[in-house]
């Protein structure tokens, strides 16, 4: 028992982080090391009442095959065996995926490798870090409170935009001082922190006050860069004109 302990313990560990592809296979998996449970429980009561029943009663009960102790085993191994080969597959999926991810990831460091002309074009991108910007509001307005934004993870057109690709828009309206830029700052961590659909998350944050980022050019320089930042491959298509134009591409009269 200790073992199959162990073993259930080793399951619920899953070390492919519920990928997608290989859950079903893992629910399956459940379902069996549950039944096999089942199984050996059910052995080991019916060992444990047989042993403290009287010594006649379970001479007559096994003359007549009133308990099966073979067709239990068999029951046990047959659950165990069922398990065991659906294991292997499942761990050989899980290392085949995780081979695959890997190789994936060294390709993408070996291939996007910036250059020092690639340091140069998003040094030049980049206006202002809106990561930077976001810390920055939190510590101006004394912190980001968890209660002034949990709200919105419950409301329907906020679960509708965030899980539905054909939602394209959620805006967020009120008057100066409402809370929205806060608001937002909440809604900017969840998606980071449940970022389970591997998507790119690229926020801005306008200020009238300052010049810097209180046009449209500084909009999408600010959100290209974070882009580029999350999938470096973007970059190249940055290069394409950076090559011809140089730091002109953001400044000039037709950025």
Not at 63 to 74: E, F, H, P, V, Y
Not at 101 to 114: F, G, N, P, R
Request: hydrophobic share 35%.
């Amino acid at each position: 028992m200790k073992w199959y302990w162990s073993l259930s313990n080793s399951l619920l560990k899953d070390p492919t982080n519920n990928i997608s592809e290989l859950s079903g296979m893992r629910a399956e998996l459940e379902i069996q090391i549950v039944d096999l449970y089942k199984a050996l429980l059910s052995y080991q009561i019916k060992s444990a009442c047989a042993y403290y029943r009287h010594r006649g009663l379970v001479f007559l009960r096994d003359m007549i095959r009133l308990d099966d102790w073979k067709a239990d085993l068999g029951a046990i191994r047959e659950a165990e065996n069922c398990f065991q080969n659906d294991d292997q597959t499942y761990n050989n999926h899980a290392q085949t995926y995780n081979n695959q991810q890997l190789a994936s990831d060294v390709k993408q460091l070996v291939s996007y490798a910036m250059s020092e002309k690639d340091q140069k074009c998003l040094e030049h991108l980049r206006l202002t870090d809106p990561r930077d910007d976001k810390v920055r509001i939190e510590q101006t307005k004394g912190g980001l409170l968890q209660d002034s934004y949990r709200w919105v993870l419950n409301n329907a057109d906020f679960q509708q935009w965030r899980d539905h690709l054909q939602h394209r828009l959620l805006w967020i309206k009120g008057d100066p001082g409402k809370g929205k830029t806060m608001l937002l700052c909440g809604i900017i961590n969840e998606l980071d922190q449940g970022n389970a659909r591997h998507c790119n998350v690229a926020y801005f944050f306008c200020q009238a006050t300052d010049s810097r980022i209180n046009n449209a050019t500084a909009i999408l320089r600010g959100l290209i860069y974070l882009l580029i930042d999350q999938q470096p491959s973007v970059l190249s298509h940055v290069r394409k004109e950076y090559d011809r134009a140089g730091e002109n591409l953001f400044k000039d009269a037709n950025t």
